[in-house]
């Protein structure tokens, strides 16, 4: 009898195990679900202020809050997240991103090497924005 209970109790972790991580692949926007447009920069703007970006992007101290080099410090119970630089910088920056890559990150929360970022980026948040909203405001 208990010999069957601990098999059971076996049985069920794996399939919690399992479903656990099918449920927690990162997921990723197809280059292929973009179709070919040309970006709305007004309503790019609009996004990029209601979505708070240079809250935490812009670099503390800089007066232009459109340039993104990033370096703000998020305290949290888990340390100190700093926000990246989200220029359109090739080097230091996300110049070299895709705009599927830019999506991704938005509204799936991953990395272009395929990564959970934190949710100390509030892409929670952005995940039910109009992916066109999310384009018009990419800053690559
Ligand atoms: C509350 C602060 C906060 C706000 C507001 C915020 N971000 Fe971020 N963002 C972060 C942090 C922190 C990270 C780093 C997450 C990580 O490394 O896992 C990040 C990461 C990113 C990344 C991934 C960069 C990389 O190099 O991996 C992109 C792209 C991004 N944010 C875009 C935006 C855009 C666009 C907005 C506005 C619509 C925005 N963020 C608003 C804090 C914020």
Request: contains cysteine; aromatic residues 10%; proline residues 9%.
């Amino acid at each position: 009898m208990l010999r069957r209970l601990v098999v059971l109790a076996l049985i069920a972790a794996v399939i919690g195990v399992g479903a656990f991580w099918v449920v927690t692949i990162p997921a990723t926007v197809p280059a292929g679900a973009l179709p070919q447009r040309t970006a709305n920069l007004d309503n790019g703007k609009t996004m990029f202020l209601i979505g708070g970006c240079a809250s935490c992007h812009a670099t503390p101290g800089q007066d232009d809050k459109t340039r993104l080099g990033g370096g703000f410090g998020l305290k949290s119970p888990f340390g100190t997240f700093y926000a990246p630089n989200i220029s359109p910088d090739p080097r230091d920056g996300i110049g070299k991103w895709s705009e599927a890559d830019f999506v991704t990150a938005m509204v799936k929360g991953t990395s272009p090497e395929g990564q959970h970022l934190f949710p100390a980026f509030p892409y929670t948040s952005y995940q039910h924005m109009k992916w066109d909203d999310v384009r018009d405001c990419s800053p690559i």
